[in-house]
């Protein structure tokens, strides 16, 4: 069967149940010896029952030191359409990568083990793009008709950081890490060799590239309950996003990553009533300088934005671990020098690497903020004995708003005095 990507064939409906898989969908693992049998035989029992194509089950088992590799290979024996991958290093997007570029089905999935998402949105996930609407499908919990079970500090982390995603790198898919995402399989063998990331940033870096690429990214609600015995680091994984973040910047301002190219071979081609709109906005944010005062106010306050919001997720998990003082300096440091950076490149236009004396400049202003965030924690606790978590984000979200008119001035006056 053969599918050009700008103009997708549709699948036949009613296709026969027998034949090669049209879809292939990859469950990651990682010691997952409790989970593996019961999910996956009820993900079988639900494509048996539900898709009118024949299908693929595919185990990808990320060096696991249990029995789960054993496991998989005994439900590869027993289920005709489940198929058993050993990587010997773990990562997800290490996996997705592997099975997804060797994989024989026009269309690819994935999905976590635990099924946190309802698989009533299996189907709705992957018509897009088996009809040729479109090239990508994401499950989102954060749409207004998604049902979502899970905590308050989940729920904080997850917005938080895609509205980071949005005001950094311009993105407009509303949930980059939702584990259940779907794509043509002509897509990701043009997209994944650009990928970097092996980790759990795979996915947003992904879905970024598609976007700057053209693509049709289809969104589905779903409902989603969290998984109580998930092993995630919450930490680990928001240092290594962040840090995704800033190199997946750096690399689209620089041109490093040959989006126009993709675009050109495998992009929808815009409305005319948008594109300029469109082209528009990719200019103003990835590189040049804003015309005059205002367009530097509004430059450095889009990046104060988004580096308030980096900064409290860091705050808001430090916090429980080292107490509110450590956590606020660390946070405070950890955003600093990715908020000269870009500031020096977006809002004051200044290209090449960042030099050293720019830096020591930008930590001098940082200990500027740690001076009005710490003091303004300092009064906090002074004046309540115990304050709680949101008493004290209120504080510092005033705090940072004040020491953030500060940077500005001393940015423009200071560190990049000829602006």
């Known amino acids: 069967m053969t599918i050009t990507l700008n103009r997708p064939a549709p699948y036949p409906v009613g296709g026969a149940a027998s034949g090669p898989p049209v879809l292939d969908v990859v469950i990651p693992v990682y010691n997952e010896q409790n989970d593996l049998e019961p999910c996956v035989r009820q993900l079988h029992a639900h494509l048996a029952g539900t898709f009118p194509y024949p ?4 185990i990808a088992d990320n060096a696991s030191t249990d029995d789960t590799l054993a496991l998989a290979e005994t439900l590869q024996a027993a ?14 997007g290490r996996a997705l990568r592997a099975v997804w570029l060797a994989s024989d089905a026009p269309v690819l999935a994935y999905m976590d083990v635990d099924l946190s998402t309802d698989l009533t949105a299996l189907l709705p996930l992957v018509a897009p793009l088996l ?11 954060l749409a207004r008709t998604a049902r979502v ?15 980071l995603l949005h005001r950094t790198l311009h993105t407009r898919f509303s949930d980059a890490q939702c584990g259940f995402k779907a794509i043509r399989r002509e897509v990701a063998q043009q997209l994944l060799p650009l990928v970097e990331d092996s980790g759990w940033f795979f996915d947003t870096e992904l879905l970024v590239l598609a976007e700057r690429a053209g693509l049709r990214i289809a969104e589905v609600p779903v409902d989603w309950v969290d998984d109580p015995d998930s092993r995630v680091d919450i930490v680990a994984t928001a240092l290594a996003d962040l840090r995704g973040v800033a190199r997946l910047g750096r690399a689209l301002a620089t041109g490093r990553l040959p989006v126009a190219a993709v675009r050109a071979q495998l992009g929808r081609a815009p409305l005319a009533s948008t594109s300029l709109a469109s082209t528009s906005l990719a200019s103003t944010s990835l590189a040049g300088e804003p015309p005059g005062l205002a367009g530097q106010a509004v430059r450095f306050a889009a990046i104060g934005v988004a580096s308030t919001l980096a900064y409290l ?22 955003t600093a020098v990715a908020n000269t950076a870009t500031n020096r490149r977006v809002t004051f236009g200044r290209t090449g690497r960042t030099p050293l004396r720019v830096h020591g400049q930008g930590l001098a202003v940082f200990a500027l903020g740690v001076g009005v965030t710490s003091g303004a924690l300092a009064v906090l606790s002074a004046a309540v004995a115990a304050p709680g978590l949101a008493l004290e984000l209120a504080v510092l979200i005033a705090a940072s708003t004040v020491a953030t008119a500060l940077r500005f001035v001393l940015f423009r006056r200071w560190i990049f005095p000829s602006v």
């Open 55 to 58: 299908f693929r089950i595919t």
């Open 313 to 334: 997720l860091l705050f808001v998990l430090f916090r429980g671990a080292i107490g509110a003082q450590p956590a606020n300096l660390l946070a405070l440091l950890l």
């Open 79 to 92: 289920l005709a359409e489940v198929r058993a991958v050993h990587l010997p290093e773990k990562g997800r």
């Open 131 to 141: 009809s040729g609407h479109s090239d990508l499908a994401i499950g989102t919990r």
């Open 149 to 163: 079970v899970r905590g308050p500090k989940r729920e904080f982390i997850s917005r938080s950081y895609n509205v």
